[in-house]
Nanobody, 113 residues
Framework: VQLVESGGGLVQLGGSLRLSCAAS????????MRWYRQSPGKERELVAG????????NYTDSVKVRFTISRDNAKNTVYLQMNSLKPEDTAVYYC???????WGQGTQVTVSS
């Protein structure tokens, strides 16, 4: 199982970023996928999840309306569109496959004020 995140970077308050997570080594279309984030000194936090077919999504309250999780099962990729970014969104964002402890290396998102 391999998960490779990309798309992070430095953005100003109110800006947008789109994170991608390319998956390989398993049947991507069969698994729930999640995005987590971790800020320095804080525990890793679940940000969003999407079921295998993409029909059901869930979000932590702090990102509802601003973030959108999606997936393309043909491309084995899960995305996180992040709009109206705030400094408190600054973190390393990780892709996670449910049913097993599989994580990507993370991608840094920094929001400046």
């Amino acid at each position: 199982v391999q998960l490779v995140e990309s798309g992070g970077g430095l953005v100003q308050l109110g800006g947008s970023l789109r994170l991608s997570c390319a998956a390989s080594g398993f049947r991507f279309s069969s698994y729930l996928m999640r995005w987590y984030r971790q800020s320095p000194g804080k525990e890793r936090e679940l940000v969003a999840g999407i079921r295998s077919t993409g029909g059901t999504t869930n979000y932590t309250d702090s990102v509802k309306v601003r973030f959108t999780i999606s997936r393309d099962n043909a491309k084995n990729t899960v995305y996180l569109q992040m709009n109206s970014l705030k400094p408190e969104d600054t973190a390393v964002y990780y892709c996670n496959r449910a049913s097993g402890d599989y994580w990507g290396q993370g991608t840094q998102v920094t929001v400046s004020s």
